[in-house]
C-alpha cells in the first residue's frame, strides 16, 4: 500500500510540475484587477507569419525571422499591489522548475529584472522576463524554437534603435 | 465415579448443581487484574495505527484526477487580439520592452566599465 501511495504522490507531484507554465501564470492573473495581459498563440503566430511584406516595417528590425519561430507570448503587466508579490513569486517558481537558466539580472534604483533562456546553443525554446519595479510586476513569457543567433541579433538592434 | 450413561442422564439443572459443589477458588484480585489487562489491551489498540480505510479511496481519486489532466484537452487562454497586424505590433512591442529592460543592463556595465577604465586613463595621462 506504501507503494502505491508513494507512486500516486509521485505521479501527482509531477503533473504539478509540468502544469507549472507560462500558461497556468498567465490564467492565474490575466483577470486580475491593474492587470494588462497579452497573450498571442501559436495559431496567430502562425497568421502573422503569413503577412506578406512583415520585413518591411520596425525601422530596418527584422522581427519575421524570430516571428516565424514562435508558438506563443504571454505578456502581464501588474500594476496591483496585492498580487505583485504571488505573481512575482510563481513566475521564479516556474523558471527554477524549469530548465531555465538565468540569461541577465540587473539591478538599478530599486529595479530588478531577470532574464532566463531554455533551450541550447542554437536554438532558444523558451524565454523568461521578470522585470520588478516600484509597484509594478512584468512578467513575459516566449516559446517557440527560436534561432538564438537570430534572437541576440534582434534584441541589440532594437537596443541600439 | 459416574459413568458417562449417568452423566448424560444428568438433567441441566443437576449439571449445574454439581458444578457449584465441585467450583474451584477464584484466585483474589482475579476480577481487578482481567479488568486491568483489559483496559491496557483497549489503550494499545487505541494507539495503534490502523491501516486508514480513505487510502484506496483517495488513491483512486488521484488516479483519476491524474488522467483527467492527462485525457481531458486543456483550455487555453484567448488570443488578446484578432487581427495579425495588430498582434504583430504588440510582439514588437514586447521585444522592444525587452531590450528596454536589457539596456538597463548594458547601462550598468558601461557604467562599470568607465569606472574601471577611469585609473588607466589617468596613468596614461599622467605618462604622457
Redesign the interface.
Known amino acids: 500500500?506504501k507503494h502505491?501511495?508513494v507512486f500516486?504522490?509521485a505521479?501527482?507531484l509531477g503533473?504539478t510540475a509540468s502544469?507549472q507554465s507560462g500558461?497556468n501564470i498567465?490564467?492565474k492573473y490575466?483577470d486580475a484587477e491593474n492587470v494588462s495581459?497579452?497573450?498571442?498563440?501559436p495559431?496567430?503566430?502562425r497568421?502573422?507569419g503569413?503577412?506578406p511584406d512583415?520585413e518591411v516595417?520596425?525601422d530596418n528590425v527584422n522581427?519575421s525571422s524570430?516571428?516565424r519561430t514562435?508558438s506563443g507570448?504571454?505578456?502581464l503587466n501588474s500594476e496591483n499591489a496585492s498580487i505583485n508579490s504571488a505573481l512575482r513569486a510563481d513566475a521564479e517558481r516556474f523558471v527554477n522548475s524549469s530548465r531555465y537558466e538565468l540569461l541577465?539580472?540587473?539591478k538599478?534604483s530599486g529595479?530588478t529584472?531577470r532574464?532566463y533562456t531554455v533551450g541550447n546553443d542554437k536554438t532558444i525554446e523558451g524565454?523568461v522576463?521578470i522585470?520588478v519595479d516600484d509597484g509594478e510586476v512584468?512578467f513575459?513569457c516566449?516559446d517557440g524554437q527560436m534561432p538564438r543567433k537570430d534572437f541576440e541579433e534582434?534584441?541589440a538592434k532594437?537596443?541600439s534603435? | 465415579m459416574k459413568t458417562l450413561e449417568e452423566i448424560e442422564n444428568l438433567s441441566l439443572e443437576e449439571l449445574e448443581m454439581k458444578a457449584a459443589e465441585n467450583a474451584a477458588p477464584v484466585p483474589d484480585g482475579l476480577e481487578r487484574r482481567l479488568r486491568q489487562a483489559l483496559a491496557a489491551r483497549e489503550l494499545a489498540d487505541a494507539a495503534r495505527p490502523r491501516?486508514a480505510r480513505w487510502?484506496p479511496y483517495a488513491?483512486l481519486a488521484?488516479?483519476a484526477?491524474?488522467a483527467a489532466?492527462?485525457v481531458l484537452p486543456q483550455r487555453?487562454?484567448?488570443?488578446?487580439?484578432d487581427d495579425?497586424?495588430l498582434?504583430?505590433a504588440?510582439?514588437?512591442k514586447?521585444?522592444?520592452?525587452?531590450?528596454d529592460?536589457?539596456?538597463?543592463?548594458?547601462?550598468?556595465l558601461r557604467d562599470a566599465e568607465q569606472t574601471a577604465g577611469m585609473p588607466y586613463n589617468t596613468l596614461n595621462k599622467i605618462q604622457k
Open positions: 500500500m502505491i501511495i500516486f504522490a505521479l501527482l503533473i502544469a500558461k498567465y490564467q490575466s495581459a497579452v497573450y498571442v498563440s495559431a496567430m503566430f497568421m502573422i503569413q503577412i512583415l516595417g520596425a522581427l524570430v516571428i514562435l507570448l504571454y505578456i541577465m539580472e540587473a538599478d529595479q529584472v532574464m524565454f522576463m522585470s512584468t513575459i516566449l534582434l534584441v532594437e537596443m534603435k | 491501516p487510502i488513491s488521484v488516479a484526477a491524474a489532466l492527462v487555453g487562454p484567448k488570443d488578446t487580439f495579425p497586424l498582434a504583430y504588440e510582439v514588437e514586447a521585444f522592444q520592452t525587452i531590450s529592460k536589457m539596456s538597463v543592463g548594458t547601462d550598468i
